[in-house]
């Protein structure tokens, strides 16, 4: 803000919470009306999500899990796209301006741009009289040309996930009640499917390893079905998947094992924030170890085949299961 001129209540707002996080140079300590990267020779990649109270997360869902869901799942994007984070800005859409929610949230996300070297650039705070929403457009950068598409993945090709698929979908029906929140009797297993649909693992981690060994990926964010056959239409292909072979963490699978929970609800389940990928045969093993040293399972859960039909799920017999929906839709 200008020298002399009266602080209104935004920008007392952005001072107090936001200009501490905005350690970048090309922020301008927010006192500009735009931000600056520095080029450095690399493309840059840019993704935007926004997420909204009610749809997104719960009214009661604690502010620091709302501002680390906000950036990671736009962190989840971009290392999809085997680009490492730059900077993000932040649409912040209130009520009224609650210093309780407020300074957990700051704090949180000033923590996230930290750990994923990713630094708040800017941004905009409006009033709302509807829900709360959080918007993040998130930069990242790879070398040039070096983008991983949805659209490069090839008949004879592996289909690969990373982490667990499903874990978040049980999460948000334990907060919801009903039957899987009754049937999820453990803490610390009702406590891990909660974490996962609150606060996402972004696989940072795997973005050089998917940029240098992908043709084909997209991150896991309205279910691995649906995502699946999105990023199949776009190739001109099709895929098995072996329904058996999709990772399920030792919470999901009791569920599954009590007949709780069927997996074809899992594989249509949102807000898993995985890596979802193809690549030939020939780069599966090194895919595999440079993810194991990294730290991160990935499994292997299908073949992409000729076609334009969806994805097919397989049982353990290879007959054919009909899921019932694919994914999640906002529409």
């Given at each position: 803000m200008?020298?002399?001129?009266?602080?209104?209540?935004?920008?007392?707002l952005?001072?107090?919470?936001?200009r501490p996080?905005?350690?970048d140079?090309?922020?301008f300590g927010?006192?500009d009306?735009a931000a600056?990267?520095k080029?450095?020779?690399?493309?840059?990649?840019v993704?935007?999500?926004?997420?909204?109270e009610?749809?997104?997360?719960?009214p009661d869902?604690?502010?620091?899990?709302v501002a680390?869901?906000?950036?990671?799942?736009?962190?989840s994007?971009?290392?999809?796209?085997g680009a490492?984070?730059?900077?993000?800005?932040?649409?912040?859409?209130?009520r009224?301006?609650?210093?309780a929610?407020?300074?957990p949230?700051?704090?949180a996300?000033g923590?996230d741009?930290a750990?994923?070297?990713?630094?708040?650039?800017g941004g905009?705070?409006?009033?709302t009289?509807?829900?709360l929403?959080?918007s993040?457009?998130?930069?990242?950068?790879?070398?040039p040309?070096?983008?991983?598409h949805r659209n490069?993945?090839?008949?004879?090709?592996?289909?690969?996930?990373?982490g667990?698929?499903g874990?978040a979908?049980l999460?948000?029906?334990?907060l919801?009640?009903g039957e899987v929140h009754?049937?999820?009797?453990?803490?610390?297993?009702?406590d891990?499917l909660?974490s996962?649909y609150?606060?996402?693992q972004?696989r940072?981690?795997?973005?050089?390893i998917?940029?240098d060994?992908?043709?084909?990926?997209?991150d896991?964010?309205?279910?691995?079905?649906g995502d699946?056959?999105?990023?199949c239409g776009?190739s001109?292909?099709?895929?098995v998947?072996d329904l058996?072979?999709?990772?399920?963490s030792?919470a999901?699978r009791d569920?599954?094992?009590?007949?709780?929970?069927?997996?074809e609800?899992?594989?249509?389940?949102?807000d898993?924030?995985?890596?979802?990928?193809t690549?030939p045969?020939?780069?599966?093993?090194t895919f595999v170890?440079?993810?194991?040293?990294?730290?991160?399972?990935?499994?292997?859960i299908?073949?992409?085949?000729?076609?334009s039909?969806v994805?097919?799920?397989v049982?353990?017999?290879g007959?054919?299961i009909?899921?019932q929906?694919?994914?999640?839709?906002?529409?």
């Amino acid at each position: 803000m200008a020298s002399g001129k009266p602080a209104s209540g935004e920008d007392s707002l952005i001072a107090r919470y936001f200009r501490p996080l905005a350690t970048d140079p090309g922020a301008f300590g927010l006192d500009d009306d735009a931000a600056a990267l520095k080029p450095d020779g690399s493309d840059i990649v840019v993704t935007t999500d926004a997420i909204v109270e009610g749809v997104h997360f719960l009214p009661d869902d604690p502010p620091d899990t709302v501002a680390r869901k906000a950036l990671r799942v736009n962190l989840s994007d971009l290392a999809a796209k085997g680009a490492i984070p730059a900077g993000f800005v932040l649409t912040l859409a209130l009520r009224h301006a609650d210093e309780a929610w407020l300074k957990p949230f700051a704090a949180a996300l000033g923590e996230d741009a930290a750990q994923f070297a990713c630094p708040l650039l800017g941004g905009d705070t409006v009033s709302t009289p509807g829900p709360l929403m959080v918007s993040v457009t998130a930069f990242g950068r790879v070398p040039p040309g070096r983008m991983v598409h949805r659209n490069g993945a090839k008949a004879g090709e592996r289909v690969m996930v990373t982490g667990t698929i499903g874990d978040a979908a049980l999460g948000l029906a334990i907060l919801r009640g009903g039957e899987v929140h009754a049937a999820a009797t453990d803490k610390s297993a009702r406590d891990a499917l909660i974490s996962r649909y609150r606060v996402p693992q972004p696989r940072v981690a795997m973005a050089n390893i998917v940029r240098d060994h992908a043709s084909a990926s997209m991150d896991v964010s309205d279910g691995l079905a649906g995502d699946l056959a999105k990023l199949c239409g776009v190739s001109g292909v099709s895929a098995v998947i072996d329904l058996p072979s999709v990772p399920l963490s030792g919470a999901a699978r009791d569920l599954v094992s009590r007949g709780i929970v069927r997996r074809e609800m899992l594989v249509a389940g949102g807000d898993d924030y995985e890596i979802l990928c193809t690549l030939p045969e020939h780069r599966v093993e090194t895919f595999v170890q440079s993810a194991r040293d990294a730290r991160i399972a990935v499994s292997s859960i299908g073949t992409v085949v000729a076609g334009s039909e969806v994805p097919r799920f397989v049982d353990a017999n290879g007959a054919e299961i009909a899921l019932q929906r694919l994914s999640y839709s906002h529409f």
